[in-house]
């Protein structure tokens, strides 16, 4: 017995699904009993979100892949839907425009989330939580400058560019900067955060929190 060629084939209306989806949609649609092919159709999506790879994109949209069915049975399916029948003008629908941001980035070697995290730590009202939020946008800065260039970033340009970007609202000692080296990279503290004999210090290093701009954190320094 000779192949069957795919070009010899009927052709396949979503690809995606492949050709064994598509036989089924046919096949439900030659069931007379309306009740019978509903039932068919709500079992075939069942086995689509086992089997097709796209359907778990549709899964949390699970009117997409009745309208897909539809689709696929040439909107020539009589079915009880749970959600509004597809009219063939979807086909035709084109997606919305992307808008591309129109605000300029001051510093493109940092990006425009660092503009944003400066305007998040001006909100901060205790003097702490600013200087700690102060120091890990300069720990991000480093970072995100040293990911684009080779040329080691000097922290006193850091210190300049926090005071530029906040009109000279968040404000750091350089001195103390260079001397505790609050700079540092992220993956190297990451690094000199580890537990080496789960001792106390590295637990409440870490518990610290290297993100003061998460908006649940309450910080309460101890008294020593």
Do not use: C
């Amino acid at each position: 017995m000779i192949g069957e060629y795919n070009s010899q084939r009927e052709g396949i209306i979503l690809k995606e699904y492949g050709r064994n989806v598509q036989k089924l949609v046919n096949y439900i649609r030659t069931i007379p009993d309306k009740d019978k092919r509903t039932q068919m159709a709500t079992t075939l999506i069942e086995l689509i979100k086992q089997l097709a790879p796209v359907a778990k994109e549709a899964q949390e949209n699970p009117q997409r892949m009745w309208d897909d069915l539809y689709i696929m049975a040439n909107f020539d399916l009589d079915v009880n839907n749970p959600f509004t029948t597809p009219d063939r003008s979807i086909l035709q629908k084109r997606p919305r425009k992307m808008e591309y941001p129109q605000s300029e980035v001051r510093y493109k070697h940092y990006g425009k989330n660092i503009e944003r995290l400066v305007q998040e730590a001006l909100k901060k009202e205790d003097p702490q939580e600013r200087e700690e939020a102060t120091i890990y946008l300069g720990k991000l800065m480093k970072t995100f400058y040293s990911n684009w260039n080779k040329e080691t970033l000097d922290d006193s340009v850091i210190v300049k560019d926090i005071a530029l970007l906040s009109k000279g609202k968040l404000t750091l000692n350089l001195e103390k900067v260079r001397e505790d080296n609050l700079f540092e990279k992220l993956y190297r503290e990451k690094k000199k955060l580890r537990p080496e004999g789960g001792g106390g210090e590295n637990r409440e290093n870490r518990n610290r929190g290297n993100r003061p701009f998460n908006k649940n954190r309450h910080h309460r320094r101890r008294d020593r």
